[in-house]
């Protein structure tokens, strides 16, 4: 289900299984944890794994929420999101503000300052920034745009400001599901969307 790489070179994969596997720069499986009565084991259904700038290991799980990882032993701290020990995590990104940004399926999007635990939660209708709750992907662009893909189009903010990356109409590709998003090295947004393959330029702000 998810896959990533750590600052060693090594590889980390999460299966829909309920297992976490380590991989080293060599190519060799050098850890293996799996979901188990432990409630400290890790979660089961892992969509996304990310390491943050801190060297710590999240992970993101669509039955059981997030949780904080020991690379070495696998004993997970679950992180409750507004009392909601169970939302169905989707994607989680890092900014350059020491912020993990978490996207959720029906919760909305949440905002946890890595060093104080901190929480904010953004939800459709709250301060004009959200559409639509279910969120399949994050993408942060160069600009340092965090970019939502929900089930009702793409939606930017401005990470330093926390409001909308532009003044009009915020939300591109409205009433349509978006799946997918990548930056090309030109920082065009790429966009995988029901309607098809479509590209964004956030600079002069053209969808094609």
Request: proline share 4%.
């Amino acid at each position: 289900m998810s896959i990533y790489k750590d600052r060693d070179g090594g590889l980390g994969g999460g299966t829909d299984s309920a297992v976490l596997y380590g991989i080293s720069p060599d190519g060799k499986i050098d850890r293996h944890f799996e979901n188990s009565s432990d409630p400290a084991s890790v979660p089961s259904t892992i969509m996304c794994i990310v390491e943050d700038s801190r060297g710590t290991m999240w992970v993101g799980s669509y039955v059981h929420g997030l949780a904080k990882v020991d690379k070495q032993t696998g004993k997970c701290r679950y992180v409750p999101l507004k009392n909601l020990p169970g939302s169905s995590i989707y994607d989680i990104t890092e900014d350059a503000y020491g912020n993990l940004w978490i996207a959720t399926m029906g919760d909305g999007l949440f905002c946890m300052e890595i060093d104080s635990a901190k929480i904010v939660d953004y939800q459709t209708g709250d301060y004009g920034y959200l559409i639509n709750n279910w969120i399949t992907c994050l993408l942060r662009s160069r600009k340092e745009l965090l970019c939502m893909a929900t089930y009702d189009g793409l939606v930017c903010l401005d990470l330093e400001t926390r409001k909308p990356a532009w003044d009009f109409d915020y939300s591109i590709l409205t009433k349509h599901v978006i799946y997918s998003l990548y930056e090309d090295a030109r920082g065009v947004i790429w966009i995988g969307a029901a309607p098809g393959l479509l590209c964004y330029n956030p600079y002069n702000k053209e969808l094609a």
